[in-house]
């Protein structure tokens, strides 16, 4: 089955401690992006990839940092920098094409204390 | 980037049509109109896209007049299951500029 996989679902830090989310496609898509969404809240753009080895930045990029190595991959590196690290979050992908559907994975909710 | 402006929540009893109004004043030439739907803890699900007129599938029906700067989402007979945060985006069509996700309308689905 096709999709986009988030791991872990729940992951717990220490504060100070820097974090890596894991996001994997098989969809073949060349775009990928990674959100933060807070209670209650709507989706952040925190970074996105258009194509391997090229990223930019969204509206909060401050404290995290990205890779993309493979079409497949796209993990997310939260810093000791971010200052309030807990948050839900999503990540997604997309093809090229009039129609413009991000698909999302799972998500993972990060708690630091 | 066209911005978009939705109810903050709403209610509606079981077996209702549901219609979430959207304006986006802005939308360039270009912008296609997209709504999604996402449930608690969980990724949002693309429900509808469309460019203008009306655009139907299986699960809802997007409603969108000549002058584009606002759209409506229709969902019929709404069940409980249909309670979720819908979105309603405006994308640049084929590529890969980014989109903003507003907050989205919290629709309640009452017994």
């Known amino acids: 089955d096709g999709g986009i996989t988030q791991s872990p679902k729940y992951l717990f830090r220490k504060e100070g401690q820097n974090v890596t989310l894991s996001c994997e496609q098989n969809?073949?898509?060349?775009?990928m992006y990674w959100y933060r969404q807070d209670p209650g809240q709507g989706l952040r753009l925190i970074y996105y990839?258009?194509?391997?080895?090229?990223?930019q930045k969204g509206d909060i990029a401050e404290g995290y940092s990205v890779s993309r190595e493979k079409k497949e991959s796209f993990p997310l590196t939260v810093t000791s920098a971010q200052k309030n690290p807990t948050a839900f979050y999503l990540c997604?992908?997309?093809?090229?094409?009039?129609?413009?559907?991000?698909?999302f994975g799972p998500g993972t909710r990060l708690t630091v204390t | 980037l066209a911005k978009t402006t939705q109810p903050i929540s709403m209610d509606s009893y079981e077996g209702q049509e549901v219609n979430i109004t959207c304006s986006h004043n802005?939308?360039?030439?270009?912008?296609?109109i997209t709504w999604y739907q996402q449930f608690p803890s969980q990724g949002p699900r693309f429900i509808i896209q469309?460019?203008?007129t009306k655009v139907t599938n299986e699960v809802a029906s997007l409603f969108i007049p000549a002058d584009r700067k606002s759209s409506t989402l229709s969902l019929p007979r709404v069940s409980l299951s249909d309670t979720a945060v819908y979105y309603c985006?405006?994308?640049?069509?084929?590529?890969?500029?980014?989109?903003?996700f507003g907050t989205g309308t919290k629709l309640q689905v009452i017994p």
């Open positions: 997604a992908s997309s093809s090229q094409g009039r129609n413009y559907e991000q698909y």
């Open positions: 969809l073949n898509h060349d775009a």
């Open positions: 990839s258009q194509i391997v080895n090229d990223f």
């Open positions: 469309g460019y203008k």
């Open positions: 802005n939308i360039a030439t270009n912008d296609y």
């Open positions: 985006l405006v994308d640049p069509s084929g590529g890969y500029q980014k989109v903003t």
